[in-house]
């Protein structure tokens, strides 16, 4: 079992910034790829980011340039920094994370709870 506990969200205004920040505990599992997804009401979910355990990282063109992944593996952390935000940004935005055994055998995928942004005008 993974927990993922996400932390970071709030309000802002146009133009700000914020850092959301997914702890994953309680497993002996390796922890390999880390995704962040939004969901805004009314809307289907989007991926925003994603990073692999070596430390490669996508992202869709709707937040390139302004959203930055990174992960800490020896605290199976991933951070999720948002800059120069936008009322489209506002979304429930949860944290994913793929687990493996320590010979490679996929285990699951695990979600945070989510956590809210609002960017206001």
């Known amino acids: 079992q993974v927990q993922l506990v996400e932390s970071g969200g709030g309000l802002v205004q146009a133009g700000g910034s914020l850092r959301l920040s997914c702890a994953a505990s309680?497993?002996?599992?390796?922890?390999?790829?880390m995704r962040w997804y939004r969901q805004a009401p009314g809307k289907q979910r989007e991926l925003v980011a994603a990073?692999?355990?070596?430390?490669?990282?996508n992202y869709p063109d709707s937040v390139k340039g302004r959203f930055t992944i990174s992960r800490d593996n020896a605290k199976n952390t991933v951070y999720l920094e948002m800059n120069s935000l936008k009322p489209d940004d506002t979304a429930v935005y949860s944290c994913?994370?793929?687990?493996?055994?320590?010979?490679?055998?996929?285990?699951?995928?695990?979600w945070g709870q989510g956590t809210q942004v609002t960017v206001s005008s």
């Open positions: 994913n994370a793929a687990a493996y055994t320590n010979i490679g055998y996929y285990v699951g995928d695990y």
């Open positions: 309680g497993t002996t599992f390796s922890i390999n790829a």
């Open positions: 990073i692999s355990r070596g430390g490669s990282t």
